[in-house]
């Protein structure tokens, strides 16, 4: 499976982006697409999830209400819509597929549970 992330860019503090994962190659009904964030000096953040089958999603608590998961019908492509954007945003993005082994709520929100990753996308938000 291979991803390509896209959307970054430079957005005012209270504004929105929409990222976009393109995910090519054999994908299951279980399959997943999370999104993570990385910014200088810290650990790689879960953000949202989404399950292909089921499109079933799950978000951390730092960004419910403010980001949004979806997926394409017909092709597995995955987008996440970011408001009301602060500058504690500012990182790289990345979104990155996994097959899902559990049916409980808090899978996804590990990196090691993702396979595949794509090159990351940078957003930056400007207060």
């Known amino acids: 499976v291979q991803l390509q992330a896209s959307g970054g860019g430079l957005v005012q503090a209270g504004g929105s982006l929409r990222l976009s994962c393109a995910v090519s190659?054999?994908?299951?009904?279980?399959?997943?697409v999370g999104w993570f964030r990385q910014a200088p000096g810290k650990e790689r953040e879960f953000l949202a999830t989404i399950t292909k089958g089921t499109g079933s999603t799950d978000y951390a608590d730092s960004v419910k209400g403010r980001f949004t998961i979806s997926k394409d019908s017909a092709q597995f492509g995955v987008h996440l819509q970011m408001n009301s954007l602060k500058s504690e945003d500012t990182a790289v993005y990345f979104c990155?597929?996994?097959?899902?082994?559990?049916?409980?709520?808090?899978?996804?929100?590990?990196?090691?549970?993702?396979?595949?990753w794509g090159q990351g996308t940078l957003v930056t938000v400007s207060s």
């Open positions: 990155a597929a996994g097959r899902r082994t559990s049916s409980g709520s808090s899978w996804g929100r590990l990196p090691r549970q993702y396979d595949s």
């Open positions: 190659g054999r994908t299951y009904s279980n399959s997943a």
